[in-house]
């Protein structure tokens, strides 16, 4: 396909340069069917995002059905915008973007094309795990550990893409935006990695290698580099290639813009632990995230100026050009998110704001404002150019312009009121020193309205959404899709005395070859060190912390299922505030054998560390089948079908095993007598409830999950 | 807490390599030039 025409012309003694223009095609295809597919799971994603968000207003929206309650697809609107939605359009941006700043097709048809496909059964099969209960609870990593490694495999193959595509580069420089991919790359690999390290159980379940504060530390250094160089990063380097191009005019500071890569690389990677503030995290590591996540407003601001400062004397253009206008709020949003993100992560303002909503809205000013609107900004820009036409019409793209912008702000203002509100209403006491709100559900039903409010606000976001989708069908339609666009490079080769080209040695198949095997090889090594490392340190320092019987395993492992993680905490920090209504703060020793940490990191319902001993069974019995039975104006799912389902007893004994290899102290005979011990305490816990007037078999999914509430945070008080 | 030390040195080898392709790239001279790359992008698709 490539063809050449070689003029030769001479130049100093021994030096002698060689021009070639050299005629090639870019790959179209890649980029119109992963942009395709953004569209697609953009609007499953924000529609499952809207359901999520009506179900706080209106419970019955669960359907009382388990494949639709809250706590299962709550995740999967957060994998379906995270992975399909953001996922495939940075891979869309990508791939268009790189060949061009490379001036070369990307590097391999064959990797193009097993990545998308790859790509997509991943986003189908967490699709269907999801729903279904299979997950491993760490948010954003919720998928079992098959799905991790094929996600592992399909971004070792996007890897190789990449990097191949800029070692065969025609044009010597690498441009900032490419920069920016590698990062995504490098880092996000070994993200996936190390948070994702579990033993398996079935081919459905395992445990996290990690234990308690030690998961969650992975795990939030994790989530918080995964906002760093999943949804940040490879936004940045689209930046630095769609704006210029859309404004016709080179980025305003080409230095700032290496100048702000560097900085941000080196600083991201240590901000993790403003997560966890407060928490049972020693205090060195929480100060080391603070300092690291305020000095990142520096790099972050440098990156939005940069990008602003791009259309200075232009602001003409913007005010016609709609793509312009998302490239606008959407740097803006980004700068709105970096400089909330540093001051959330001070101590006094993490006080109010962690377990509420402000977070919420924190994160949907970065993926509605920076994240949707870039990707809409590049849709607007892109389907036209792919399709060699112009866009359908102008004023319906203004019309999403608005619905969107508005729907950020309808959404973004309830849920700060909101936060804010039960922040401090969780906080507040009379003159006489007790909680102003001691019931909770009180602190939930005043922020409900705003519930609404925001979904008012998310439903404009999706109409604007679907206007879009009209508007780049039909220009679709009435163009014609160019799957390869040909084009040409002049290519300037310097020949050495001995009649080498420099570039010859870079385009050396070995050298792809040695990259991606060392990228294998450390994947290996580190999946065997690490476990042996870590088991060792899970050394119990509480002596009445005992591990879970095997009833309660079991209905720990439903809690999961189920996804009470997401409404419910299982961390109270030292405050009075928090004492006074939920009990002991929690310490670090007693997490010793929670694999995974199921500390959540949003309270819609409140904390359930200390549950254990605070109601009878009957209670939770007639909570979960029926939240408002108990709890007039709940807005917890009710999960009748607990009383209905039989308890899978059948890997309890390979549960116990593999937690035993992690270093939890279960012995063999109490191992093989796990049946009969499950048996019994079950037993124990049906004829309490049929002393309330309760009937129930004993072999139910309820009396499991009833024996892990009555368990919680128990074993200090013993003390 | 032992995995403190394994996180820090992740992420301290993660900061390490990208400081090494760092040093490599400023030597080979890939950030020489701030900025000709950035007019050079808005050419790179002219058809002809």
Not at chain 1, 26 to 48: H, K, P, Q
Not at chain 1, 125 to 136: D, E, H, K, V, Y
Not at chain 2, 12 to 34: E, V
Request: hydrophobic share 45%.
């Amino acid at each position: 396909m490539e063809q050449t025409t070689v003029l030769t012309a001479p130049m100093a003694a021994k030096e002698m340069i060689e021009k070639r223009v050299e005629q090639f095609e870019y790959d179209n295809t890649s980029v119109r069917n992963f942009g395709l597919a953004t569209l697609i799971f953009g609007l499953v994603g924000m529609l499952v995002g809207l359901t999520v968000a009506l179900q706080l207003v209106f419970p019955v929206l669960n359907f009382d059905l388990p494949y639709t309650t809250f706590g299962r697809i709550r995740p999967l609107h957060t994998n379906a915008i995270i992975f399909a939605f953001v996922g495939n359009g940075i891979f869309a941006g990508i791939y268009y973007s790189l060949q061009r700043v490379c001036r070369t097709r990307m590097y391999s048809d064959n990797l193009s094309k097993i990545h998308f496909w790859g790509w997509q059964l991943i986003i189908l099969s967490a699709a269907i795990t999801l729903p279904l209960g299979i997950t491993t609870s760490k948010e954003y990593a919720e998928l079992e550990w098959p799905i991790d490694i094929a996600i592992a495999l399909i971004w070792v193959v996007f890897g190789i893409n990449l990097i191949g595509t800029i070692i065969k580069r025609r044009e010597k420089h690498i441009y900032v935006a490419a920069w920016f991919y590698i990062a995504t790359f490098v880092t996000v690999a070994i993200l996936h990695i190390f948070n994702s390290f579990a033993f398996p159980v079935s081919f459905l379940k395992s445990y996290s290698v990690y234990a308690g504060v030690q998961d969650a530390l992975v795990q939030w250094w994790y989530g918080h580099n995964a906002v760093a160089f999943f949804l940040t990063t490879p936004f940045l380097g689209m930046m630095y290639y769609f704006l210029p191009k859309m404004a016709n005019r080179p980025i305003y500071s080409y230095k700032l813009s290496i100048l702000h890569f560097w900085t941000l690389i080196f600083l991201y990677i240590w901000a993790g632990p403003h997560h966890l503030l407060y928490s049972s995290l020693p205090d060195w590591v929480q100060s080391l995230g603070v300092v690291f996540s305020v000095m990142l407003i520096a790099p972050s601001w440098g990156g939005m100026i940069n990008g602003l400062l791009t259309l200075r004397g232009a602001w003409d253009k913007v005010s016609e050009d709609v793509t312009l206008k998302f490239m606008v709020v959407s740097l803006t949003a980004y700068g709105m998110a970096t400089f909330e993100g540093p001051l959330l992560s001070l101590k006094s303002i993490n006080a109010i704001a962690h377990f509420t909503d402000w977070v919420v809205a924190h994160v949907h000013v970065g993926a509605l404002g920076f994240n949707g609107f870039m990707l809409f900004a590049i849709a607007y820009w892109l389907v036209p150019r792919l399709y060699n036409t112009n866009l359908y019409s102008k004023s319906l793209a203004s019309v999403h312009f608005w619905l969107g912008t508005l729907g950020i702000l309808f959404y973004a203002i309830p849920m700060y009121w909101a936060g804010f509100m039960q922040g401090l209403m969780w906080q507040e006491f009379t003159p006489e020193g007790v909680l102003r709100y001691p019931n909770f559900l009180e602190t939930v039903t005043r922020v409900i309205p705003l519930y609404a409010a925001r979904s008012v606000g998310g439903t404009f976001y999706l109409a604007g959404f679907l206007v879009m989708l009209y508007n780049l069908a039909k220009t679709a339609q009435k163009g014609s899709f160019l799957a390869n666009e040909k084009t040409e490079a002049t290519v300037y080769t310097k020949i050495d005395h001995k009649g080498e080209y420099w570039h010859k040695v870079f385009e050396n198949r070995p050298i792809l070859l040695m990259i991606s095997s060392l990228i294998v090889v450390s994947i290996g090594g580190l999946v065997q060190i690490i476990p042996t490392l870590l088991i060792k340190s899970n050394i119990p320092t509480i002596a009445s912390v005992q591990p879970y019987t095997p009833l309660e395993l079991e209905g720990r492992d439903l809690y999961i299922k189920e996804g009470c993680n997401n409404c419910h905490s299982q961390m109270i920090r030292p405050f009075r505030s928090e004492t006074e209504r939920y009990g002991t703060y929690s310490k670090s020793g007693e997490y010793i054998y929670d694999h995974p940490f199921l500390w959540g990191s949003k309270r819609t319902g409140p904390d359930l560390m200390r549950q254990g001993g605070k109601y009878p069974h009957a209670w939770h019995y007639f909570h979960l089948r029926e939240s408002t039975s108990m709890s007039p104006g709940s807005i917890m799912p009710n999960y009748a079908w607990l009383l209905e389902n039989e308890l899978d007893i059948s890997n309890t004994q390979a549960k116990m095993k593999v937690m035993k290899s992690l270093g939890v102290p279960y012995s063999d005979t109490r191992i093989n007598n796990a049946r009969n011990e499950l048996k019994e305490q079950a037993d124990a816990i049906t004829a309490n409830l049929k002393a309330e007037k309760i009937e129930v078999k004993p072999d139910r999914e309820i009396i499991a999950l009833i024996a892990y509430l009555q368990r919680l945070g128990t074993d200090v008080k013993k003390e | 807490m032992e995995i403190i030390y394994v996180l820090l040195s992740v992420s301290l080898s993660i900061s390490l390599l990208f400081l090494g392709i760092f040093i490599y790239n400023l030597r080979k001279g890939q950030f020489d030039d701030d900025y000709t790359p950035s007019v050079r992008i808005l050419f790179d698709d002219k058809k002809k």
